[in-house]
């Protein structure tokens, strides 16, 4: 079995996205996200084209109404209000998402489809790796999707549990949970845990980025084992606890309806 470093781990998953990342530094939560933006920015040379040139040409009977070449501008102008409208609904108000694992039982289980807001949070501009505008902070247990920090282009579902600059102590041997030394009510459940995952577990989480914990907590979440794209790798096991704490940015957003 292939045991990865950090460095070899950033170039997991889906390889488009990577290139992006590492050559022109746009950063895309999806695949689908991607093709989104480049379809509606191509049709958009279509609006900009009738616009700004055609339609006052037609108008004053310039250029045949009925030719071949307005009758495809026209078209693919039509593709363009729809392709735009579906690329604000996706990248702005609402996505949908389908999860696999069955991590967040009780409250999620699974197969089961999931909305998520996408600006509950802040606003980012498709591809900047920023956001634009922060207009809330996620709170101690809501649900979020987010972006792998392991494999890129990777979205999963989780639970916060620990906020900026927040000590978090999971001890697994007594089923408690502390935040900055005070007990807190965090509702999980121990499932088919090894003992040598039955202990004390510390995380200090940096400022803008969260702890995210399942509500079921099995040798997955501490496992050394990462599977990608079918072909199985060993990560150490201080990485695969620094994954479950997720930077800001590679938050998408509020998880509010299963179904």
Request: charged share 20%; no cysteine.
């Amino acid at each position: 079995m292939q045991a990865l470093s950090e460095k070899a781990l950033s170039r997991l998953g889906d390889p488009v996205l990577g290139y992006l990342v590492n050559e022109w530094g746009l950063v895309f939560h999806s695949t689908l996200e991607l093709l989104l933006v480049l379809v509606t920015l191509f049709l958009s040379l279509s609006w900009v084209i009738y616009s700004f040139f055609l339609k006052s040409r037609i108008e004053d009977m310039s250029v045949h109404p009925h030719g071949l070449f307005v009758r495809y501008v026209r078209f693919t102008t039509s593709l363009f209000y729809f392709s735009f409208f579906i690329a604000i609904i996706k990248l702005y108000v609402v996505d949908l998402t389908h999860l696999e694992n069955n991590t967040l039982e009780p409250d999620i289980n699974k197969n089961e489809h999931i909305l998520v807001l996408r600006s509950f949070y802040s606003l980012r501009l498709p591809g900047y790796s920023d956001n634009v505008i922060n207009w809330k902070t996620p709170q101690l247990g809501d649900y979020v999707l987010y972006v792998s920090p392991l494999v890129r282009g990777k979205r999963h579902l989780g639970r916060i549990a620990g906020l900026p600059g927040n000590q978090v102590n999971l001890d697994l041997a007594s089923a408690t949970y502390k935040i900055n030394n005070k007990p807190k009510k965090f509702n999980f459940k121990i499932g088919n845990l090894s003992n040598k995952y039955r202990k004390m577990h510390q995380w200090k989480v940096p400022k803008q980025s969260y702890l995210l914990l399942p509500n079921r907590i099995s040798d997955q979440v501490f496992s050394e084992i990462l599977k990608v794209n079918g072909k199985t790798f060993r990560i150490d096991n201080k990485l695969k606890k620094r994954s479950l704490i997720i930077k800001n940015k590679n938050i998408i957003g509020k998880a509010f309806y299963s179904f």
